[in-house]
């Protein structure tokens, strides 16, 4: 009699399971379209999910040992590498060492990760979105996400993925646990994750401290993925120079002198009144003895022609006043004082041309002065901590492109790199670094979120076991309790907070 119950209720079960793999791909779809999700997308999901249900039931799937997880998600798995693995993971008091560290870089990075997200929520509710963020840019998919191009960031996505979990593989056999398999999470083309199978018992069995270096281990290879990225990146950086010395104008500020006179964006200036013109001192020294109504005349150069052509021409510019020019902005502005001192308090007579300037190409020059910088080495490393995050907005900013389009057509190569590598082959290498910095940086951070199921979840939860461990006398299976219940209260707050910019217009605040 029990057997029969217990078939029927395994039966029972087993009904709920494919009841929710077939309803939740359609409500899923269903939630894509009123989000606003474009509909060629979620048609496209829509023969992607009919696809694997059809290699599902003619028995492929199996063959390829791969499963369909949540109705559309492809789970592949492999057993290809887990002999490199177990040789990798032969160094064991090394990668133990590495898992140690591993840790207090997570919970280090964790609390600035918490504090970010904090001060994004308290930011929301003060000053909250009156439009919805676009559908397509509230998940990072390559081709789809306005600011994300598709190869690039594909390849990058992968690289990151793969060796996020192979670091969690590498701890997981250091400490003795199994491994069923490894693979990736497919969605179509597009790889959704990748996983580090570990034998699940032998994983549960295994001391906190063990775990907590299992899971750390991934966000932490990321972290330290961003920052060799960003060396290579700086390295590549510093074979890329302008084609072209003198001074670049990168935008030209509307209706004052430099415009009238018909100075246009990326020209080189080489010359002013027959003065030769290297850098911004010279630019600047020059200028410095000019005066308000003053004809001066520009030696520039054009910007490239398709064939990298440059015209050099002469340009006459009447010189404005700078006083005039911010006086009349800070007019509009409620706090005239606090704006006139924003711009260095001006003095009337000085004279203005009305450019933005730059020494150099920003685009290769911000990343190569990590290398090459005049500057001390405490300033250095700071600048190459903060790098990742500068580099987070500029394909934001830039419409996908990893540096502005006019720069990217003033760069030649020069250096230690050869010629017959080619210029537009670099700039591939470089494309290929700032999305694998760009990735690495994101995946390693956002795993980090003190919510299960991120690493960072499973971290603290550990963290909080063994800390009441210590400080309680309680049974242990109400330590285990009290901790669950901490973990969970923790994944509900923060999943609340980090949809809290999306959810916000709806409010009345």
Not at 302 to 309: I, K, L, V
Not at 389 to 410: A, H, K, N, Y
């Amino acid at each position: 009699m029990n057997k029969q119950c217990d078939n029927a209720n395994s039966y029972k079960k087993t009904n709920q399971l494919s009841m929710f793999s077939s309803t939740f791909p359609i409500f899923f779809l269903l939630m894509l379209y009123l989000v606003g999700i474009p509909l060629w997308i979620i048609i496209l999901i829509g023969i992607w999910y009919f696809s694997i249900i059809s290699l599902e039931s003619t028995g492929y799937l199996d063959k390829i040992d791969a499963t369909r997880v949540l109705g559309f998600i492809l789970m592949i798995r492999t057993k290809k590498g887990k002999s490199i693995l177990d040789r990798i993971s032969s160094f064991k008091r090394f990668w133990k060492f590495f898992g140690e560290i591993s840790i207090w870089i997570c919970l280090s990075v964790m609390a600035l990760v918490v504090f970010v997200l904090l001060i994004s929520a308290f930011s929301t509710i003060l000053n909250p979105r009156e439009e919805y963020i676009p559908a397509s840019d509230v998940l990072f998919i390559p081709g789809v996400t306005s600011f994300v191009p598709f190869w690039w960031p594909v390849i990058a996505l992968i690289v990151t993925l793969v060796i996020h979990e192979y670091s969690h593989g590498i701890q997981a056999r250091v400490h003795g646990m199994r491994l069923k398999s490894f693979g990736l999470l497919l969605m179509g083309p597009l790889p959704l994750g990748a996983f580090a199978e570990p034998e699940q018992d032998e994983m549960i069995r295994a001391p906190r401290r063990e775990r907590m270096r299992l899971f750390a281990a991934g966000p932490s290879i990321n972290i330290f993925a961003t920052y060799i990225a960003v060396i290579l990146l700086a390295f590549v950086s510093t074979g890329l120079v302008a084609n072209q010395e003198g001074l670049h104008i990168r935008e030209i500020i509307e209706g004052e002198p430099a415009q009238e006179a018909g100075l246009a964006p990326y020209e080189a200036i080489i010359e002013i009144n027959g003065t030769e013109i290297t850098d911004y001192d010279s630019f600047s020294s020059t200028l410095n003895d000019t005066s308000p109504g003053d004809e001066i005349v520009f030696k520039v150069l054009t910007f490239p022609s398709e064939d990298g052509f440059r015209d050099e021409k002469e340009v006459s510019v009447v010189m404005g006043d700078r006083f005039e020019h911010f006086n009349s902005i800070c007019e509009q502005n409620n706090d005239y004082e606090r704006c006139m001192s924003f711009y260095g308090n001006p003095e009337p007579g000085k004279s203005f041309l009305g450019v933005d300037i730059a020494e150099d190409i920003v685009a290769a020059k911000r990343y190569s002065i990590i290398l090459q910088g005049n500057f001390g080495i405490v300033d250095r490393l700071v600048y190459t901590l903060v790098t990742p995050v500068i580099m987070l907005f500029e394909p934001m900013s830039l419409d996908g492109q990893t540096m502005i389009i006019e720069e990217r057509q003033l760069l030649e190569v020069e250096g230690f790199i050869p010629e017959s590598i080619g210029k537009e082959n670099v700039l591939r290498i470089f494309d290929f670094l700032f999305w694998l910095v760009w990735v690495n940086f994101l995946l390693g951070f956002a795993n980090l979120v003190p919510m299960v199921p991120f690493d960072g979840g499973h971290i603290v939860k550990d963290a909080i076991h063994s800390i009441l461990r210590r400080i309680s006398s309680r049974h242990p299976i109400k330590i285990e309790n009290f901790a669950n219940k901490i973990s969970n209260y923790s994944s509900f707050f923060f999943l609340i907070i980090i949809l809290l910019p999306l959810i916000s217009p709806i409010f009345p605040w």
